[in-house]
C-alpha cells in the first residue's frame, strides 16, 4: 500500500500526467472508449446536483441565512441553479412555531425514549424567521427547494398551516413538498413511527389526507414522493396510484441511495465502496418505466456513501469523490433527473439518528464531525466559515455533464474497474472517467467520431484513496471562504492519437471539448 500512496502523491504534484505515460514497475490496462449505437440516454437537467439537510436544521435561523456568504459560495459553486432539499428523519420530529405562544405537538411515536431507537428523542420548532431566511439564502443562491412536511408525528392541519406559509415565503424558489420521509421504514422496530403490520394502502391514504389538506390552504401546490428509503416497490405503487388522488399536482417521484452501512460494519470500508454493484441499475430498471409512464421525473432526494453519518477515512476521503462522481451519472444514464447529497453538521445528523453518531470512535472523529458529519459534502461553521470536502469535487466534476445531452458510449477497460460518460451540446462535449480501481491504472483511447482532437483536461485526484485533505480538480483547490476556484494545471489530450489519456488507479479526468 505505501507504494500505492507514494505513486498517487507523485501524481497529485503534477509528475505523471503526459499522455501515454505509464509506471516503470507495471504497464497500465490499455481500453478504449466508443460512441455507442442510438439516441441521447437523458438530457441531464441544468439543476442536477443539489444537496439535502436535515429539516432541524433551520432551528437554527441564522444557518441558511443570506449573510452566511460562505456557505452561499459554495452552493454557487457547484451549482448556480441547484436544488436543496430540506428532510431527512428530524422532518418527522419538527413542528411549525406559527408564533411565539404556538404549542408543540404532543408525540405519539413508540420509538421515544428507547435505546434501541434510530429517530430523533425531541422536537425541533421552526418559526416563519427561518422560512423567510431561507428565502433569503436561495436568491443569493440561485436554488430552488423541495420542502419535507411532517408525515411522522404531524397531522393534516399543522402540515397544511406549515405549507401555506413556506409557499408564499419561498415563491418561486419552492420546487415542490414532500410529505414524510422514508414511510417504508416506520414499522420497522429502529423507527416505530407507525405500527408492525402498517404498509403502503394505509401510507397512501395518510398520505393523500395530508397532501388533500395542504391544497386545500395552497390550491397551486405542487408534490413529490414517496420519498422511500430502500426499494422500488413502494415507488412503482406510488406513481401508478398517487397521481389520481390529487389530479394535476404530483410531479416527482422521489426516493433514497446509500452505497453502504452502517459505519460499524466491517464492510464499509473503501474496498467495497469503489466495487461494482448492480443496485442502481436494478432498481431504476423498476422505477424507470414507472416514472414514465406517470410522466413523472425521478430524483433521488437523500443519497451518500455510508448511511447513519457516514464513516470517516472513507466517507470524507478521496474514495467518496470517485464514488459520488460515478454514482451520479450512473444515475443521469438510466434517466434520473436530480440526485441531493446529504450532509450538514454533525449535531443535526446524530439528532436524526437518536442522539448517535456511530462513526465516531475518537475525540478526532468527534471534532471532524462536528464541523460536518463524515458525510458532508460540506464543513464548517458561522464562525469559522464553510469549505469543501473531498466528496464535493467529485459532485462538481459530474456537475460539468449537467445541461448536456448524455448519450450512449461502450467502454472496454481491460480488466479495470473504471466507467466513463459522454455528453454532449451545441457548445461542445465533456467526457467523465472514473478509475476506481484500487490498484491498476488505465491508458484509455478514444474513437468518438466527431469529437476527435485536441481537448482540455482536469483531473480529480489526492494523495490517497483514504486522504481526507490534498484532493483537487484541475490541479486546484477551492479557497475557504468563498470557494473561489479555477483549473491551475493545464493539460490536453489527442482524442485521436493512438496513445490516448493515462488515468492512474484512484482518479478521474474530465475532458472538455
Known amino acids: 500500500?505505501?507504494?500505492?500512496?507514494?505513486?498517487?502523491?507523485?501524481?497529485?504534484?503534477?509528475?505523471?500526467?503526459?499522455?501515454?505515460?505509464?509506471?516503470?514497475?507495471?504497464?497500465?490496462?490499455v481500453g478504449r472508449l466508443s460512441l455507442g449505437p442510438g439516441g441521447p440516454l437523458n438530457d441531464i437537467p441544468a439543476n442536477?446536483?443539489?444537496?439535502?439537510?436535515?429539516?432541524?436544521?433551520?432551528?437554527?435561523?441564522?444557518?441558511?441565512?443570506?449573510?452566511?456568504?460562505?456557505?452561499?459560495?459554495?452552493?454557487?459553486?457547484?451549482?448556480?441553479?441547484?436544488v436543496l432539499r430540506i428532510g431527512g428523519n428530524t422532518s418527522e420530529f419538527c413542528w411549525w412555531k406559527a408564533a411565539p405562544d404556538t404549542s408543540p405537538p404532543v408525540i405519539h411515536?413508540?420509538?421515544?425514549?428507547r435505546a434501541d431507537n434510530w429517530m430523533p428523542q425531541h422536537l425541533n420548532p421552526i418559526t416563519p424567521q427561518a422560512v423567510d431566511n431561507l428565502r433569503g439564502f436561495l436568491d443569493a443562491c440561485g436554488w430552488r427547494c423541495i420542502w419535507g412536511l411532517n408525515f411522522g408525528t404531524g397531522s393534516p392541519q399543522r402540515d397544511a398551516e406549515e405549507a401555506a406559509y413556506v409557499a408564499r415565503a419561498l415563491g418561486p424558489r419552492l420546487l415542490y413538498f414532500q410529505i414524510g420521509n422514508e414511510p417504508d421504514f416506520y414499522r420497522n422496530s429502529s423507527n416505530r413511527l407507525r405500527p408492525p403490520g402498517w404498509d403502503f394502502p394505509d401510507y397512501l391514504n395518510e398520505w393523500t389526507a395530508i397532501?388533500?389538506?395542504?391544497?386545500?390552504?395552497?390550491?397551486?401546490a405542487r408534490f413529490g414522493g414517496p420519498d422511500v428509503g430502500n426499494g422500488a416497490d413502494w415507488i412503482v405503487r406510488f406513481a401508478q396510484q398517487a397521481p389520481g388522488r390529487i389530479s394535476g399536482r404530483l410531479v416527482g417521484l422521489s426516493g433514497h441511495y446509500y452505497a453502504?452501512?452502517?459505519?460499524?460494519?466491517?464492510?464499509?470500508?473503501?474496498?467495497?465502496?469503489?466495487?461494482?454493484?448492480?443496485?442502481?441499475?436494478?432498481?431504476?430498471?423498476?422505477?424507470?418505466?414507472?416514472?414514465?409512464?406517470?410522466g413523472l421525473a425521478y430524483r433521488v432526494t437523500e443519497a451518500n456513501s455510508c448511511y447513519r453519518g457516514g464513516k470517516p477515512g472513507v466517507s470524507?476521503?478521496?474514495?467518496?469523490?470517485?464514488?459520488?462522481?460515478?454514482?451520479?451519472?450512473a444515475l443521469a444514464a438510466k434517466g434520473c433527473q436530480g440526485v441531493h447529497f446529504h450532509g450538514g453538521p454533525g449535531a443535526q445528523i446524530a439528532a436524526s439518528n437518536g442522539d448517535k453518531m456511530p462513526g465516531a470512535r475518537t475525540a478526532e472523529d468527534e471534532a471532524v464531525a462536528k464541523l460536518g458529519t463524515f458525510y458532508s459534502p460540506f464543513a464548517g461553521s458561522l464562525t469559522v466559515?464553510?469549505?469543501?470536502?473531498?466528496?464535493?469535487?467529485?459532485?462538481?466534476?459530474?456537475?460539468?455533464?449537467?445541461?448536456?445531452?448524455?448519450?450512449?458510449s461502450q467502454l472496454q477497460t481491460g480488466g479495470v474497474n473504471a466507467t466513463a460518460y459522454?455528453?454532449?451540446?451545441?457548445?461542445?462535449?465533456?467526457?467523465?472517467?472514473?478509475?476506481?480501481?484500487?490498484?491498476?491504472?488505465?491508458?484509455?483511447?478514444?474513437?468518438?467520431?466527431?469529437?476527435?482532437?485536441?481537448?482540455?483536461?482536469?483531473?480529480?485526484?489526492?494523495?490517497?484513496?483514504?486522504?481526507?485533505?490534498?484532493?483537487?480538480?484541475?490541479?486546484?483547490?477551492?479557497?475557504?471562504?468563498?470557494?473561489?476556484?479555477?483549473?491551475?494545471?493545464?493539460?490536453?489530450v489527442d482524442l485521436a492519437s493512438a496513445n490516448g489519456l493515462f488515468i492512474p488507479s484512484g482518479s478521474a479526468a474530465l475532458i472538455l471539448g
Open 1 to 29: 500500500m505505501g507504494e500505492l500512496l507514494s505513486r498517487r502523491g507523485a501524481i497529485g504534484a503534477g509528475l505523471a500526467f503526459a499522455a501515454g505515460a505509464a509506471w516503470a514497475d507495471q504497464a497500465p490496462a
Open 48 to 82: 442536477y446536483t443539489g444537496f439535502s439537510v436535515e429539516t432541524a436544521q433551520l432551528a437554527d435561523p441564522s444557518f441558511y441565512h443570506p449573510d452566511n456568504h460562505s456557505l452561499i459560495a459554495l452552493h454557487r459553486r457547484l451549482n448556480p441553479q441547484g
Open 109 to 113: 411515536a413508540l420509538g421515544v425514549g
Open 211 to 220: 397532501a388533500q389538506a395542504v391544497l386545500a390552504r395552497v390550491p397551486g
Open 260 to 294: 453502504m452501512g452502517p459505519p460499524d460494519s466491517p464492510q464499509a470500508d473503501i474496498d467495497h465502496l469503489l466495487a461494482p454493484s448492480s443496485r442502481v441499475d436494478d432498481s431504476m430498471a423498476q422505477i424507470m418505466p414507472a416514472a414514465v409512464a406517470a
Open 316 to 329: 470524507n476521503a478521496l474514495a467518496s469523490a470517485l464514488w459520488g462522481g460515478d454514482y451520479m451519472l
Open 385 to 408: 466559515g464553510f469549505s469543501a470536502r473531498p466528496l464535493f469535487y467529485g459532485l462538481m466534476l459530474a456537475q460539468q455533464l449537467a445541461g448536456r445531452s448524455l448519450m450512449p
Open 422 to 492: 459522454v455528453a454532449r451540446s451545441a457548445e461542445g462535449y465533456r467526457i467523465a472517467v472514473f478509475n476506481k480501481d484500487l490498484s491498476r491504472d488505465l491508458r484509455l483511447t478514444f474513437g468518438l467520431g466527431d469529437m476527435a482532437g485536441r481537448a482540455a483536461v482536469w483531473r480529480l485526484t489526492g494523495p490517497s484513496l483514504d486522504a481526507t485533505t490534498g484532493v483537487t480538480l484541475g490541479g486546484a483547490a477551492l479557497s475557504p471562504g468563498d470557494a473561489d476556484w479555477s483549473p491551475r494545471r493545464a493539460e490536453t
